[in-house]
């Protein structure tokens, strides 16, 4: 998903008025899109993982060679495909093993999926549960025409109360950082699509089918 999504989904988020009184210079932002992105070169390590302004929730062994960082967007239909299709068996063959530690990262497309990154941040340590259910079922609040309704009740399965939701979704300071993680790709790693990922720095813009994993993996462990 390279581009911001426009349209319906975009037009009726920004009218949720109170449920995101945030503010509307940031949206623009967003909005603006992101710079080109730089040549898929090596990123050292130690900028990489220079602590973002949220921190890190990662899996996997502190010691594992292999190092994964996705940058995603909740709206990003790849995004989800990976997650569905992919990241199980990821998690089964490389991280539960040892071989990989993973952390996925905020870069939201569209205030949606802003709101979708700070739900899940909101959740605690259900986070990577929140995660996983929002791609899961993304067409159920992401592609419809009143996307608050549908990820209100998407975001219900978590236990989550409408009074936690409409918290979640004012934290200024919270947005401010989900917007800092995404500007910090945007602008130090030229990142610009999504889903992008670093393998021990290697940038790898682009979905990675399960069929490839293996394949893209290999190199990394000779």
């Given at each position: 998903?390279?581009?911001?999504?426009?349209?319906?989904?975009?037009?009726?988020?920004?009218?949720?008025?109170g449920a995101l009184a945030l503010a509307g210079a940031s949206f623009q932002?967003?909005?603006?899109?992101?710079?080109?992105?730089?040549?898929?070169?090596?990123?050292?390590?130690?900028?990489?993982?220079?602590?973002p302004a949220l921190p890190d929730v990662w899996l996997?062994?502190?010691?594992?060679?292999?190092?994964?960082?996705?940058?995603?967007?909740?709206?990003?239909?790849?995004?989800?495909?990976?997650?569905?299709?992919?990241?199980?068996?990821?998690?089964?063959?490389?991280?539960?093993?040892?071989?990989?530690?993973?952390?996925?990262?905020?870069?939201?497309?569209?205030?949606?999926?802003?709101?979708?990154?700070?739900?899940?941040?909101?959740?605690?340590?259900?986070?990577?549960?929140?995660?996983?259910?929002?791609?899961?079922?993304?067409?159920?609040?992401?592609?419809?025409?009143?996307?608050?309704?549908?990820?209100?009740?998407?975001?219900?399965?978590?236990?989550?109360?409408?009074?936690?939701?409409?918290?979640?979704?004012?934290?200024?300071?919270?947005?401010?950082?989900?917007?800092?993680?995404?500007?910090?790709?945007?602008?130090?790693?030229?990142?610009?699509?999504?889903?992008?990922?670093?393998?021990?720095?290697?940038?790898?813009?682009?979905?990675?089918?399960?069929?490839?994993?293996?394949?893209?993996?290999?190199?990394?462990?000779?």
């Amino acid at each position: 998903m390279s581009a911001f999504r426009r349209g319906a989904n975009r037009r009726n988020f920004l009218m949720f008025g109170g449920a995101l009184a945030l503010a509307g210079a940031s949206f623009q932002a967003l909005a603006q899109g992101a710079p080109k992105a730089a040549p898929a070169a090596k990123t050292p390590l130690d900028l990489l993982l220079a602590e973002p302004a949220l921190p890190d929730v990662w899996l996997g062994d502190p010691k594992a060679p292999v190092t994964i960082i996705e940058y995603a967007s909740m709206t990003c239909s790849h995004c989800a495909d990976f997650n569905v299709r992919t990241f199980p068996a990821l998690k089964a063959k490389y991280i539960d093993t040892g071989k990989v530690r993973f952390a996925l990262r905020e870069f939201p497309l569209d205030p949606l999926a802003a709101a979708g990154a700070m739900l899940a941040r909101c959740s605690g340590d259900k986070r990577e549960a929140m995660v996983e259910l929002l791609f899961q079922q993304q067409k159920n609040w992401a592609f419809v025409n009143n996307p608050l309704e549908g990820l209100r009740d998407t975001i219900k399965q978590t236990g989550m109360g409408p009074a936690a939701f409409e918290a979640c979704l004012n934290d200024q300071a919270l947005f401010e950082k989900v917007n800092a993680v995404r500007d910090v790709a945007a602008q130090k790693f030229g990142i610009n699509s999504t889903p992008t990922f670093f393998i021990n720095g290697d940038k790898k813009p682009g979905e990675i089918p399960p069929e490839a994993l293996d394949e893209v993996l290999a190199p990394y462990f000779k």
